[in-house]
């Protein structure tokens, strides 16, 4: 399945709002900003618009976190049921997660994608979007010749998160009247009828990952990962 990323400098962790673009993802989408008497991202809209159904989707077993919210004006919405949004909502909405782990949490991403924007084929990829918090560890740039992938500036110097067991974080969308990505879902999708958040990647204090699923822990080159089981993480 094709997806269309758009990073978004969103992610906040409590109080603290980070701005970035992951460094390892070599993705992009440029943003189109749009006047229509229907949409403008942040402006009033001259019909009401459909109701929204928000769903999660967490591949494998036993992950080690928890989705504790979705929220639209830092008000819980349910989940699985369609919900009433006004315009503007992209920027107003927000994920919760908690570490359910017994290890600290440095790194968390997730994927909010909006499925009627594309086909899912590479001529028609469904728009997303990326946010994460914190920085990955040295060892996810590890090759297996020992080596490492460059590293970005902007991955070196994002702020830290040490996120204890039973802890969370908070994803945020950016509320600069100059983000696009509204507009964007709407100029594709014609009508926004459901919304997936997706869990992604996280690493924890001793390195090691949950992605998409699979566990694993750090080892040297040349095999760089090891896979583990849920119980063995």
Same mark, same amino acid.
């Given at each position: 399945?094709?997806?269309?990323?758009?990073?978004?400098?969103?992610?906040?962790? +409590?109080?603290?709002?980070?701005?970035?673009?992951?460094?390892?993802?070599?993705?992009?989408?440029?943003?189109?900003?749009?006047?229509?008497? #229907?949409?403008?991202?942040? #402006?009033?809209?001259?019909?009401?618009?459909?109701?929204?159904?928000?769903?999660?989707?967490?591949?494998?077993? #036993? $992950?080690?976190?928890?989705?504790? #919210?979705?929220?639209?004006?830092?008000?819980?919405?349910?989940?699985?049921?369609?919900?009433?949004?006004?315009?503007?909502?992209?920027? /107003?909405?927000?994920?919760?997660?908690?570490?359910?782990?017994?290890? +600290?949490?440095?790194?968390?991403?997730?994927?909010?994608?909006? $499925?009627?924007?594309?086909?899912?084929?590479?001529?028609? $990829?469904?728009?997303?979007?990326?946010?994460?918090?914190?920085?990955?560890?040295?060892?996810?740039?590890?090759?297996?010749?020992?080596?490492?992938?460059?590293?970005?500036?902007?991955?070196?110097?994002?702020?830290?998160?040490?996120?204890?067991?039973?802890?969370?974080?908070?994803?945020?969308?950016?509320?600069?009247?100059?983000?696009?990505?509204?507009?964007?879902?709407?100029?594709?999708?014609?009508?926004?009828?459901?919304?997936?958040?997706?869990?992604?990647?996280?690493?924890?204090?001793?390195?090691?990952?949950?992605?998409?699923?699979?566990?694993?822990?750090? +080892?040297?080159?040349?095999?760089?990962? /090891? +896979?583990?089981? $849920?119980?063995?993480?």
């Amino acid at each position: 399945m094709q997806r269309r990323n758009r990073f978004r400098p969103c992610v906040e962790r +409590e109080k603290s709002m980070t701005k970035t673009l992951k460094s390892w993802l070599c993705l992009a989408f440029a943003g189109i900003l749009i006047s229509s008497s #229907q949409m403008v991202c942040g #402006q009033a809209s001259s019909s009401p618009l459909p109701d929204i159904t928000f769903s999660t989707h967490i591949p494998g077993r #036993q $992950p080690p976190f928890k989705i504790v #919210q979705v929220l639209i004006d830092n008000k819980p919405i349910p989940l699985d049921v369609p919900v009433s949004v006004s315009p503007g909502w992209v920027n /107003r909405l927000a994920i919760v997660i908690q570490n359910a782990s017994k290890k +600290e949490m440095i790194y968390g991403e997730i994927i909010v994608e909006f $499925p009627e924007t594309g086909t899912g084929e590479s001529n028609k $990829p469904i728009l997303t979007t990326v946010n994460f918090l914190g920085r990955q560890p040295s060892h996810a740039f590890l090759r297996r010749d020992g080596t490492s992938r460059p590293v970005s500036d902007v991955m070196l110097h994002h702020p830290e998160i040490h996120i204890p067991p039973g802890g969370t974080m908070r994803f945020t969308f950016d509320a600069n009247p100059n983000n696009t990505l509204e507009a964007d879902v709407y100029r594709l999708a014609g009508t926004v009828h459901k919304v997936t958040v997706l869990p992604r990647t996280f690493f924890f204090a001793d390195e090691s990952t949950w992605q998409g699923g699979w566990f694993a822990i750090p +080892e040297p080159p040349p095999v760089v990962w /090891r +896979e583990v089981s $849920p119980d063995g993480f």
